[in-house]
């Protein structure tokens, strides 16, 4: 089945760790998306990428990091200068061509606590 | 710039009421509008869209008409169900490339 997977499910962070989280989709699209999610505020776009090898910052890019280096993946790196990185992490992609045109499709998310 | 505003939540209804989450958005040109749905503990899903002025989005008995001259989507349903309980983000893809704007997002708990 084609679609976004997202891991680990549960993911935690001691003081001073980077932590990688992971998305990879079979859906051939070029456009890839992060997202934070905390509660109450909806979403936020931290990264995201419309071709391989090349993506934009979003709104909050300040203590992540992100790489395209192939069309399916594009992993989210939280680093130590994240001061409050707990948070449930959403990864999306999308297609800006066909009758599916514009509409990302998600993984089931990531969640990050910090130990 | 591009921006959405819902209604705030949390909802709450009793089984097979009517259901309205108001939605407005603020962009340049002709934007899409979606409304995307997300159970507990999962990502999103799309549950309807509309690409036009006077378009009708529809899936699930969930209704949305794009209404330009009052820059609104509002999201509806004539009879609720328990099962409808998540919470709802309209979003809006417009001008810049790629990138959805989304609300802060709707929490609906609907009682049997």
């Known amino acids: 089945d084609g679609g976004i997977t997202q891991s680990p499910k549960y993911l935690f962070r001691k003081e001073g760790q980077n932590v990688t989280l992971s998305c990879e989709q079979n859906l051939n699209h070029d456009a890839m998306y992060w997202y934070r999610q905390d509660p109450g505020q909806g979403l936020r776009l931290i990264y995201y990428?419309?071709?391989?090898?090349?993506?934009q910052k979003g709104d909050i890019a300040e203590g992540y990091s992100v790489s395209r280096e192939k069309k399916e993946s594009f992993p989210l790196t939280v680093t130590s200068a994240q001061k409050n990185p707990t948070a449930f992490y959403l990864c999306a992609s999308s297609s800006e061509t066909g009758y599916a045109k514009n509409i990302q499709y998600f993984g089931a998310g990531t969640r990050l606590s910090v130990l | 710039g591009d921006s959405v505003t819902q209604m705030e939540g949390p909802v709450t209804l009793s089984e097979e009421a009517f259901l309205t989450i108001n939605c407005t958005y603020t962009a340049t040109g002709y934007p899409s509008l979606f409304w995307y749905v997300q159970y507990p503990g999962e990502g999103l899903q799309l549950l309807l869209k509309a690409t036009k002025a006077d378009d009708k989005g529809s899936n699930k008995g969930f209704e949305a008409t794009y209404r330009k001259e009052t820059t609104s989507f509002h999201l509806e349903k004539g009879s609720v169900q328990v099962s409808d309980s998540a919470v709802y983000f309209c979003?809006?893809?417009?001008?810049?490339?790629?990138?959805?704007?989304f609300g802060r997002g709707t929490q609906l708990t609907v009682w049997p």
């Open positions: 990428s419309q071709i391989v090898n090349d993506f």
């Open positions: 979003a809006l893809k417009g001008s810049t490339l790629g990138r959805l704007y």
